[in-house]
């Protein structure tokens, strides 16, 4: 079935550094990619994500980037926050449209 | 302002028990999910609905079920509570099948005893 590989599983940066999440799935139909970010207590929220006709997407801080050819995709932060501090998972939105999930990362920002 | 919103909250039942876990969503989306949140595991698909009278197995769906009477409402039910059910519950919901945004209700917390 479907598989969604996540790294790494714990990350911890100084506020101002770049932090890169990375995740590599199975299925070469998959055409959908999204990063949710999950805060203590609360549900994921969609922060970024990317269709398979593009090889990058930015929106502020947050940019995701797609290698169709190797099958894995990639968030990446910069000029971390405290706030950035948080879960996030990648997602794979496969050929049916389930989302399938990474097992997550926990950032966390030191100031 | 639509949302999606899961009741209770928290629950705590005993061994082999039945459970209903109630999702309800204001979106009319056509999409609906239920998946289980366990350290280590991250969110793991258990039942998905497309639509009115629609229901799926997801990747772990043995000792549950779901019901899909309207649009709103994705009902997910654990027929005979095990201690290895025990874990945060999460429902989503998104417009159509593919390639759209899913909205994740606040979790369930069940802890089966």
Known sequence: GENVEQHPSTLSVQEGDSAVIKCTYSDSASNYFPWYKQELGKGPQLIIDIRSNVGEKKDQRIAVTLNKTAKHFSLHITETQPEDSAVYFCADGGSQGNLIFGKGTKLSVKP | ?113
């Not at chain 2, 204001?26 to 289980?36: E, G, L, P, S, V």
């Not at chain 2, 595991?41 to 258990?46: D, V």
């Not at chain 2, 009477?69 to 998104?94: G, K, R």
Request: proline letters at 2%; charged letters at 20%; aromatic letters at 10%.
């Open chain 2, 1 to 113: 302002d639509a949302e999606i919103t899961q009741s209770p909250r928290h629950k705590i039942t005993e061994t082999g028990r039945q459970v209903t876990l109630a999702c309800h969503q204001t979106w009319n989306h056509n999409n609906m999910f239920w998946y289980r949140q366990d350290l280590g595991h991250g969110l793991r698909l258990i039942h998905y609905s497309y639509g009115v009278q629609d229901t799926n197995k997801g990747e772990v769906s043995d000792g549950y079920s779901v019901s899909r009477s309207n649009t709103e409402d994705l009902p997910l039910t654990l027929e005979s509570a095990a201690s290895s059910q025990t874990s945060v519950y999460f429902c989503a919901s998104s417009e159509s099948a593919e390639n759209t945004e899913a909205f994740f209700g606040q979790g369930t917390r069940l802890t089966v005893v």
